[in-house]
Structure formats: C-alpha cells, structure tokens
C-alpha cells in the first residue's frame, strides 16, 4: 500500500512569490490533514479536511495561506505571497473515516524556505 | 489550550542502556496520547496510542506508559538503529475534533 505523498520535498522561492504544495493520502482516507514544522519549534496543526470540506482550519496562520482538495482525493496549500517567517516544514497525514481517534499517517513533508 | 512537553530534549545512550523519555502534557479531556517516531527527512511514523491512566503499550524495545499527569516512553536495551526523535501528541475535547498538539520532540542517540 502507497503511503502518503507529497510534492516537492524541497521549494525554495523569494518573498513574495507563490508556492503551491501537494499532498496525495493514503488511497481510501477520508481524513486529511496538514501541519507546519518551524525550525526549533514543534510540529503545529494547520487544518483537517474530511473529504473535501474543512471541517477544522483554527490552526491556518492568516488568509496568505488556501487549502483545497478539490473531490476529496489530493490537497494543495497554496501560500501567496510567502513571507520569511513561512519557512518550514509542511507535512500532510491522512487517516481513514473511522479511525475515530486512531493514528494518522504521514508524508515525508515539503521543506520550503523563504529567502 | 493543550500543551506538551517532553524532555529530555535529547539523549545520548550507549548500546543495551535503557532509558526513559518523558511526555509532560494538559489537556481538557484525554481522547488520545500518541508517540511517533521520526527519521531525519522524513514524516512522524507512528508507534503507539494510549487512552487512559494505568494503560501500558509495548512493540519490540519500546514500553509506552501512561498516567493523568504524563506519559512514559521506555526503551529497553536499546540498539543504534533506535536513534531517532520521538514525538509525544495528545488529543483533547477542546478545539477541533481531530486536532492534534505535538511537543518538540526528544532526540535520541544510541552509541554503539
């Protein structure tokens, strides 16, 4: 079974300009999230997705940043315009419906740094 | 708001010396604790999931433990294949039915 996989492992780009990260779950996992990793901090919830509505987007930073996944397969995050302060580690995790509060699974995660 | 905190924040063991990691956490409501693993490059992998005080979880070298207060991760003779950072999450009542609070993580080496 595919894990979860996300596109590109690495962006780097200058303030202001656009970046759009992709997340493919876990074949089947209604449930998908994604969560930021600031260097030297730990790892924060950015917002949950079930399906293709969002059920939960408390932890998105501000409106520079947009969530979609369009028919409930892959996601994307798209930060426009990027500040410096949004570098980090972006990771996605899928979990199926039920899971109820069992694990989730994780991508590898996009390294993006702002320059 | 839910808070984690695990400490040490890193460690260094020699080969076959057994150590504890320690998950301090406050959370409205316990509807999960986790722990996962992390390699350099790589997502949090998951071990375990405990649900309430007195639970115990064990795989291969690794004993999850839980009280009210905090969670134990003990690692039994360890091997330097188990170096790596391991992640304490919880899961509680309040905000979002799914949201998880993560701490920093300890970094584990094992020397060998």
């Known amino acids: 079974e595919a894990g979860v996989t996300q596109f590109p492992s690495h962006s780097v780009i200058e303030k202001g300009q656009t970046v759009t990260l992709r997340c493919d779950p876990i074949s089947g996992h209604d449930n998908l999230y994604w969560y930021r990793r600031v260097m030297g901090k730990e790892i924060k919830f950015l917002l949950h997705?079930?399906?293709?509505?969002?059920?939960?987007e408390s932890g998105m930073p501000n409106n520079r940043f947009l969530a979609e996944r369009t028919g409930g397969t892959y996601s994307t995050l798209k930060v426009q315009p990027a500040e410096l302060e949004d570098s980090g580690v972006y990771f996605c995790?899928?979990?199926?419906?039920?899971?109820?509060?069992?694990?989730?699974?994780f991508g590898p995660g996009t390294r993006l740094t702002v320059l | 708001e839910d808070q984690v905190t695990q400490s040490p924040e890193a460690l260094r063991l020699q080969e076959g010396e057994s150590s504890s990691l320690n998950c301090s956490y406050t959370v409205s409501g316990l509807r999960g604790l986790f722990w996962y693993r992390q390699d350099p490059g790589k997502g949090p992998e998951f071990l375990f999931t405990l649900y309430s005080a007195g639970e115990e979880k064990e795989k291969e070298r690794l004993k999850a433990t839980l009280t009210k207060k905090e969670s134990f991760l003990h690692i039994t003779a360890p091997k330097p294949e188990d170096s790596a950072t391991y992640l304490c999450a919880v899961r509680g009542h309040s905000g979002g039915y799914q949201k998880v609070t993560f701490g920093i993580g300890t970094k584990l080496q094992v020397i060998p």
């Open positions: 997705f079930v399906k293709e509505s969002k059920q939960d």
């Open positions: 995790a899928s979990s199926p419906r039920l899971a109820g509060d069992n694990e989730q699974f």
